[in-house]
Each structure stands twice: as structure tokens, then as C-alpha cells.
Nanobody, 122 residues
């Protein structure tokens, strides 16, 4: 089992930056792909960024390409989501998650962080 604890998030102005962190408690997430999802009010939870279990391959949804960066520490304890040039449409609750399968497949994620609110004000 992987227990994920998130930190970061908050309120930022348009064009600003935030970094979200997600730490694995009790064990590393070595061998797992890690993803970041977001869910805006009234919308589905969508995968926005992910990194495969090797750390060599990443995925980004089109709307965040060039602005968001997913990365992990060498110890495979913490995964980060660096978010730059934030826009109002990035406002959502963000979740980290772990997958034992395909890092690009939303349905493969079965361990979840508690979620953190990101609000971008215009």
C-alpha cells in the first residue's frame, strides 16, 4: 500500500506559480507511476500530469504543456508538480495518485492523496 500526503496549493494571482508536493508515508513509491489529477466544481477528475515508474517518461494534458512540470526526488518519496503561468481555468482541487500500471491511464491509479485546493484569481 502507498499512503500519500499532499502539501502546497493555495491562492495565487494570474500568471503566478505554485508547487505541489506529495509525499509517500511509510514507504517509497518505487515501482509506481505517479500522477496529478485535478477536479474543478461540477467537472470530472482529470489526469493533468504523470511520470512513469522509471522516472524517464512524463505525460501532460494539452492545456498544461509548457507550464506544468512533474518530477520526483531520487529517493522516490516525494513527487512534485511545478505550476507556472497559472490561469483561472487551472482552479481546481488537485490530487496526487499512484499507479501500478500505465502512467497515462487514469483508471490505473488506485492510491490517492487527500487533495489540495488551488485557486487562481484574475
Amino acid at each position: 500500500q502507498v499512503h500519500l500526503v499532499q502539501s502546497g496549493g493555495g491562492l495565487v494571482q494570474v500568471g503566478g506559480s505554485l508547487r505541489l508536493s506529495c509525499a509517500s508515508s511509510g514507504r517509497t513509491f518505487s515501482g509506481y507511476a505517479m500522477g496529478w489529477f485535478r477536479q474543478a466544481p461540477g467537472k470530472e477528475r482529470d489526469l493533468v500530469a504523470a511520470i512513469d515508474w522509471t522516472g524517464s517518461n512524463t505525460y501532460y494534458t494539452d492545456s498544461v504543456k509548457g507550464r506544468f512540470t512533474v518530477s520526483t526526488d531520487n529517493a522516490k518519496i516525494t513527487v512534485y508538480l511545478q505550476m507556472n503561468s497559472l490561469q483561472p481555468e487551472d482552479t481546481a482541487v488537485y490530487y496526487c495518485a499512484a499507479s501500478g500500471g500505465d502512467y497515462r491511464a487514469s483508471a490505473s491509479y488506485n492510491y490517492w492523496g487527500q487533495g489540495t485546493q488551488v485557486t487562481v484569481s484574475s
